[in-house]
């Protein structure tokens, strides 16, 4: 089945405490980004990635961090969570013709920073 | 920059009837797609129809239609015989067309209930 993979679905941690939030598509989709959803903002892009090696900044990259090495994989870095950082976080794929089929998104990780 | 502005936050609808979901946007290219995704309380994300700039008929996909009109930058979605799993968050969202495809930009999203 084709899909994007995202681990965990719950997250609680401590502030400044390093977790990585981990994301894998299966359909060979050179395209993949991150996007975090809170109430009344809507989902906002933190990081995307156009190929393997290739990744740059979305509209709130503070305080994350991504990379590439696989074609497959996006992981999610924070560092050192904050408590503004208590999210909805989705990952999503596509191809170069993205536009023609839409994105596919993951399940979506809740996170919550204390 | 480009915008996508939902000014419905909620909407509510009797089952069988139908409702209609705004949304417009802002953007200076001519060539883009446009899409409405459903958000259920699984929280899944999950694409209901899009739309192609430079096509000039509406997009359909069984219950779901879209009134796009370029000129006035409008993308509104109707949602025909409403049923109980139509009851959930829709985003309406923007692509530019080729280039770098760097951004899929939502609007804040509206929030359908369906009432039996």
């Known amino acids: 089945e084709a899909q994007v993979t995202q681990n965990p679905r719950y997250l609680i941690t401590v502030t400044g405490k390093k977790l990585t939030v981990t994301c894998s598509q299966n359909?060979?989709?050179?395209?993949m980004s991150w996007y975090r959803q809170d109430p009344g903002l809507g989902l906002r892009q933190i990081y995307y990635s156009m190929n393997v090696e290739v990744t740059d900044k979305g509209d709130v990259p503070e305080g994350y961090k991504v990379s590439r090495k696989e074609k497959r994989n996006f992981p999610l870095i924070l560092e050192s969570p904050s408590p503004n950082q208590t999210s909805l976080y989705f990952c999503?794929?596509?191809?170069?013709?993205?536009?023609?089929?839409?994105?596919?998104f993951g399940s979506g990780t809740r996170l919550t920073v204390v | 920059a480009q915008t996508v502005t939902q000014s419905q936050p909620e909407m509510s609808v009797q089952e069988a009837e139908t409702v209609t979901l705004s949304c417009t946007y802002d953007?200076?290219?001519?060539?883009?797609?446009l899409f409405w995704y459903k958000q259920p309380p699984s929280r899944q994300m999950i694409l209901v129809i899009r739309?192609?700039?430079?096509?000039?008929q509406n997009a359909t996909e069984n219950r779901f239609s879209v009134n796009f009109q370029k000129a006035a930058k409008s993308f509104s979605l109707k949602i025909s015989d409403s049923q109980l799993g139509d009851a959930a968050m829709y985003f309406c969202?923007?692509?530019?067309?080729?280039?770098?495809?760097?951004?899929?930009?939502f609007g804040k999203g509206t929030k359908l209930s369906v009432k039996p």
């Open positions: 969202a923007y692509l530019n067309y080729g280039g770098s495809q760097g951004n899929l930009i």
């Open positions: 359909m060979n989709h050179e395209y």
């Open positions: 739309q192609e700039a430079y096509k000039q």
């Open positions: 953007t200076s290219e001519s060539d883009y797609y």
């Open positions: 999503a794929s596509s191809s170069w013709t993205g536009g023609a089929v839409g994105y596919t």
